[in-house]
């Protein structure tokens, strides 16, 4: 068995190491400790005892219960499929949303903002595989809609996320990463901002994610265990 604090550990070496081999900054890739279905407890011993300040949830209602629980210093990402019902409550408690994967979520989250005067950081999701069961806009219908969203005057997209396939060699995942970084290079280019953040790598996948450019790696299970 090995401690949270190892954990940690390995999971930060493999990122700057995989930065390294690419050539890129270590300080570039920020870690995600995604603490959904994990007991606050858990998230205080990743605070105190590895010093993790930043953390992911992918339920609006789970979050409600953790964040207020745990000390206020503590960063908050919201990585899930984010519902309409819920928007109102998960704006005040994230710093960034990574998962903003129809144009109607988009306006609806721009919309609440507005009427609670917040201008909040998003991404896109973008579903590279053509998975059926992957939430996201297709890369087609995102690079009709970008300049719409761009526009949209509260909400501030500052990049892409992406899940790859669940695939059993981490290297299998290479080509979706490859795709969503060409996606933004070329989209960027086009409307002239640099959506610099890209969300993507899991526990299976994270180092490869850094590999292709990763600025965001969500990493749960290596860090917390099964859930
Ligand atoms: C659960 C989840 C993760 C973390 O998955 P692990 O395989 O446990 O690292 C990352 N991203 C999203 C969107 C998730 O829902």
Redesign the pocket.
């Known amino acids: 068995m090995t401690t949270l604090m190892e954990r940690f550990d390995l999971v930060r070496e493999n990122i700057y190491a995989a930065a390294e081999r690419a050539g890129r900054s270590p300080d570039d890739v920020e870690l995600v400790a995604?603490s959904?279905k994990h007991p606050v407890e858990s998230v205080s011993e990743a605070f105190q005892e590895a010093g993790q300040e930043l953390f992911?949830e992918?339920r609006v209602q789970e979050a409600l219960v953790k964040i207020p629980a745990l000390p206020s210093r503590l960063r908050w990402h919201f990585?899930?499929h984010l519902q309409a019902n819920k928007v109102r409550k998960a704006l005040p408690c994230f710093e960034l949303i990574?998962?903003i994967d129809t144009v109607d979520i988009a306006r609806d989250v721009d919309r609440v903002a507005a009427e609670m005067g917040l201008f909040p950081r998003v991404l896109l999701e973008v579903n590279v595989s053509g998975e059926g069961s992957k939430h996201g806009f297709t890369p087609e219908g995102l690079e009709r809609e970008l300049e719409g969203l761009l526009a949209l005057p509260r909400i501030q997209v500052e990049g892409f996320m992406t899940?790859a396939p669940l695939v059993k060699e981490a290297e299998a995942a290479r080509p979706y990463f490859t795709k969503l970084r060409e996606l933004r290079d070329r989209l960027a280019g086009q409307v002239g901002i640099p959506l610099a953040t890209l969300s993507m790598g899991?526990?299976?996948d994270?180092e490869v994610a850094v590999e292709e450019g990763a600025t965001l790696v969500?990493?749960?299970?290596?860090l917390f265990g099964g859930?």
């Not at 969500?218 to 290596?222: D, F, K």
């Open positions: 995604v959904k992911g992918s990585i899930g990574h998962g899940m899991m526990s299976g994270y969500r990493v749960g299970s290596a859930r």
